[in-house]
């Protein structure tokens, strides 16, 4: 066996796994036209029907074993692929190939299977020209059913795997069964994309290879090592890379299990401020890892993966149940949940929207729910039912002006009193708050502040768009800066607004998570925030050996910095001596 490590390793969700590779790789349809014998055809022929069975009862078995973490709703695209399997046009095409033409089973279907693939592809819809995978995902299952391959496919496995794929989508990552996946590395994605995200929640190390060639060359059941802290990755490791590799990964848990001691101290500073640290959520399966690590709440329930990998859209009472039982876990504890922010990265299959030069500027977040008010209705019904049973809070995502706040206001107020009329129990007074993430937002942030109930910023979106750096785009990752002058400002500009027009403010982007922008918020007065669940124990021993007099005396200089690296570099600064002196 070769060892290797690879260069250009990001790493993108922080720990180490250690395991067995699983490359999830299409088969390339490389085989030469075969003709069979006219006396072999009709066999030809009955192999091909063998074949569909086969692959029938595999998908059976496929649909079986993901049934224990799957719903209903998404073990619905296997039922379909078995239906396209049986599709009695496309099984007459390829028997004409087979007698007519006298073209062997496997060459049949790649040939009818290739013509629908490209008509799929060509469609208008983009919801049809997704289609194209499928077809694709089911002919290359026909094709190794009768080469008499096994199937390898994911997520079928034996033993928990490091997933290696060539770009991990967050519906990939929704689906994903953490147990069975002890670490993920792809070949695109940056810090900042929602897999990635996602991946932090679920505390799922992972790690971006810079360059193509060095995943191609992992192969299923290879050793793996991989260190999501550190972007490092080595395949099939000698024994003293391995054994350096498994006790960074003891360390890792030992600090981790430390860090507990944390769960129920109060976030509060050393001069006496008491802080909410709050969860981002995107499911009920995070929202229980976030009140293991002790939030005091959700300050952002990003709603939209309960519209993604799946066919149809979720009813009101399924979206109801979903929010109820969120709010009943809290116990009391507040829950912001934000309407859907559909677009961008996020794509969701029912509502067949279609494809976007520059998805990220395009049809996404609040401009869909305005412009399919039935989809936003039926969403703000659950929301406000939901919140009978405890502290909920209402979000509206990507903001850009004051006419977008006002039609929303209206369509919730249209919404209560539907409910009044109904006699459905809801909260009346529910707060509807808006996230700040646009430049446009932060510069109305005066006007915004006098109609929005709170605000949330998020420096997610807010980095992106202020510096023009698509968050997806791992090439300029190294552009992509939270801690930038003209971000910090627009932050400190937002939080002036909120403090003059009185209402709450929160920060809720990955920033809020990392300890270097802690004085940030000291200097600014933003005592809630909300972050990756796993960011919250850090972030709370931090704070409560912090006090604010110092950092609000620092802001002033900190909002002239002109470069980020220098602003990131007085960051580090201030706290190493803040550190020193309180020790
Ligand atoms: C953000 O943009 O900072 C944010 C919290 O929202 P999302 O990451 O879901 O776009
Ligand atoms: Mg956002």
Redesign the pocket.
């Known amino acids: 066996m070769n060892h290797k490590t690879i260069s250009k390793v990001i790493g993108v969700s922080p720990g180490v796994a250690i395991g067995k590779a699983f490359v999830q790789r299409r088969i390339e349809w490389e085989f030469i036209e075969q003709d069979v014998s006219i006396g072999l055809a009709n066999e030809e022929l009955e192999k091909l029907l063998q074949g569909v069975v086969r692959a029938k009862l595999e998908l059976e078995q496929l649909k079986r074993s993901a049934g224990q973490w799957m719903q209903e709703e998404q073990l619905a695209i296997f039922n379909a692929h078995s239906m396209i399997l049986s599709d009695p046009v496309w099984i007459q095409e390829m028997q004409d190939l087979i007698l007519q033409q006298h073209k062997s089973a496997v060459w049949a279907v790649k040939e009818t299977s290739e013509a629908y693939i490209m008509r799929f592809r060509e469609m208008n819809d983009d919801y049809m020209r997704e289609r194209a995978v499928d077809v694709q995902d089911i002919a290359d299952r026909l094709i190794r059913v009768l080469q008499g391959r096994p199937e390898d496919g994911y997520p079928v496995f034996d033993e928990p795997v490091i997933l290696v794929t060539n770009e991990l989508t967050p519906s990939q990552v929704a689906q994903m069964d953490p147990d069975n996946i002890l670490g993920i590395v792809a070949a695109t994605g940056g810090e900042n994309s929602?897999a990635a995200?996602m991946a932090r929640a679920m505390e799922v190390p992972f790690v971006v290879l810079r360059q193509a060639k060095g995943i191609h060359r992992i192969q299923t059941g290879d050793l793996l090592a991989i260190d999501g802290g550190q972007g490092q990755m080595f395949r099939n490791p000698a024994a003293d890379v391995l054994r350096r590799m498994r006790d960074l990964q003891s360390a890792a848990i030992r600090q981790r299990d430390q860090m507990r001691v944390w769960v129920n101290v109060p976030a509060v500073t050393r001069d006496g401020e008491k802080w909410e640290l709050h969860a981002?959520i995107g499911s009920i399966k995070e929202l229980e890892l976030a009140l293991r690590t002790g939030a005091d709440g959700v300050g952002?329930f990003?709603t939209e993966f309960l519209f993604m990998e799946r066919e149809t859209l979720p009813s009101e009472e399924e979206q109801f149940e979903i929010y109820k039982e969120a709010v009943q876990l809290l116990k009391g504890k507040p829950l912001v949940i934000r309407t859907i922010?559909i677009g961008g990265d996020k794509v969701a299959p029912s509502l067949m929207l279609p494809k976007e030069q520059n998805p990220f500027l395009g049809y996404r977040a609040i401009r869909i729910a305005l412009d399919r008010p039935d989809l936003f209705r039926t969403q703000l019904r659950a929301i406000l039912r939901a919140g009978a049973f405890g502290p909920v809070k209402c979000l509206l995502?990507m903001i850009s002006g004051i006419d977008e706040l006002l039609r929303s206001k209206e369509i919730f107020a249209e919404v209560k009193e539907d409910l009044r009329i109904q006699s459905l129990l809801f909260d009346v007074d529910m707060q509807l708050g808006i996230?700040i993430?646009l430049p446009a937002a932060v510069m109305q942030a005066d006007d915004l502040a006098r109609e929005a109930d709170f605000f949330s910023i998020?420096?997610?979106?807010?980095t992106q768009y202020m510096l023009a750096v698509d968050r997806m785009n791992e090439k300029i990752a190294h552009l992509f800066k939270p801690i930038h002058p003209a971000v910090v400002r627009a932050i400190a500009h937002v939080a002036q607004a909120a403090e003059r027009n009185q209402i709450p403010i929160s920060v809720?982007?990955?920033l809020a998570g990392d300890s270097t922008a802690l004085p940030l918020w000291l200097g600014l007065g933003i005592r809630n925030l909300s972050m990756t669940a796993t960011s919250i124990l850090p972030l709370k021993q931090k704070l409560c050996s912090s006090e604010r007099q110092s950092a609000v005396a620092k802001m002033p200089d900190w909002l002239r910095v002109r470069t980020a690296d220098e602003l990131r570099a007085q960051l580090i600064e201030f706290s190493m001596l803040k550190g020193a002196f309180e020790r």
């Open positions: 929602h995200i981002n952002l990003r922010d995502p996230m993430e998020g420096t997610n979106d807010l809720c982007g990955e």
